[in-house]
């Protein structure tokens, strides 16, 4: 009968002291932290190197945003004074730094000569050291006509004063090809151009420094 039917006893379920899991568990956790770690310590040295590669671009910017024109006009004419025409101590440094073959002698332009007259021009308007500056960043400004380089520099003088005005285009000297009566003109867009070119021009290197640490980490993502 129902009443004598005999139940097997409920068996309590065991629990496994197997530590396996665990310890496969806890070596995935370090190594998960460890790759985590590595990655952060990469990140933090690109950091540093970008850092250290455009510190060297930071811009000033420059407070004072009025106009001068008798004042700077009387600077600008001494600093000529100081500066005569004659041929610039860094001239053969900068020759070498032409990356350009020079013409023959019977052209008008692209000569040793013309090209040696320009860097002389730019070292009576701006200085030795910044004329050599700009031919390193942009030597196919000694390509440009020379005799451009006063009025243009005049025209932006009058505008923002004579070292605002050298910044300008020891900033981006891409300016020195500007014709006299486009310097004229309202050039505060041409300021703000050459703080851009100044800022973008070390980009190159920083994609490049980018790319390879993106490929050194990975094999850790």
């Known amino acids: 009968s129902a009443s004598n039917e005999v139940y097997p006893p409920i068996s309590t379920p065991t629990t496994s002291h197997n530590t396996q899991p665990t310890f496969i568990f806890l070596n995935m956790a370090t190594f998960i932290t460890a790759s985590r770690f590595f990655k952060l310590t990469n990140t933090l040295a690109m950091m ?93 400004a000694l390509r440009f006509p020379g005799d451009n380089f006063a009025p243009c520099l005049d025209a932006w003088t009058e505008q923002f004063g004579l070292e605002a005005a050298q910044a300008m285009v020891g900033r981006n000297p891409g300016l020195l090809g500007v014709l006299p009566k486009q310097a004229r003109e309202p050039a505060e867009a041409s300021m703000a151009l050459s703080w851009v070119v100044a800022v973008t021009r070390p980009l190159p290197k920083i994609i490049a420094v980018g790319g390879l640490l993106a490929i050194l980490t990975a094999g850790v993502r």
């Not at 052209?107 to 320009?118: C, D, F, L, M």
Request: hydrophobic residues 35%; proline residues 5%.
């Open 48 to 140: 540093i190197v970008l850092a250290t590669i455009v510190d060297g671009f930071t811009p000033v910017v420059r407070t004072s945003s009025t106009r001068h024109s008798t004042s700077t006009k009387t600077s600008l004419h001494a600093a000529r004074s100081k500066n005569k025409k004659g041929s610039s101590p860094l001239l053969d440094e900068a020759l070498a730094a032409y990356p350009f073959q020079f013409r023959p002698d019977n052209e008008t332009t692209g000569t040793a000569k013309y090209v040696s007259q320009n860097f002389n021009e730019l070292a009576r308007l701006y200085g030795d050291e910044e004329a050599l500056a700009i031919v390193k960043l942009e030597p196919s």
